[in-house]
């Protein structure tokens, strides 16, 4: 992402999480079904809802914003 952190579908569980560069994990989305992928371009997510047939955004300001 912009901010230099890693974002991970986490598939199993739904969501799409941040891994900060202190190893901490926060969850960026989450509801979604069996999401695969995921890119951030400036301040906003993108994740492949693979379950749900679709690529949906996430507004998601860099931590200390």
């Given at each position: 992402s912009p901010d230099r952190t890693v974002?991970?579908?986490?598939t199993a569980n739904?969501?799409?999480?941040?891994?900060l560069r202190d190893g901490m994990?926060?969850?960026?989305?989450?509801d979604l079904s069996d999401p695969e992928g995921v890119a951030a371009v400036d301040d906003?997510?993108?994740a492949?809802?693979?379950?749900?047939?679709?690529?949906t955004s996430v507004d998601d300001p860099?931590?200390?914003r």
């Amino acid at each position: 992402s912009p901010d230099r952190t890693v974002l991970v579908a986490d598939t199993a569980n739904g969501r799409i999480r941040r891994v900060l560069r202190d190893g901490m994990i926060t969850t960026v989305a989450a509801d979604l079904s069996d999401p695969e992928g995921v890119a951030a371009v400036d301040d906003v997510v993108w994740a492949s809802d693979t379950g749900a047939g679709r690529v949906t955004s996430v507004d998601d300001p860099p931590p200390g914003r």
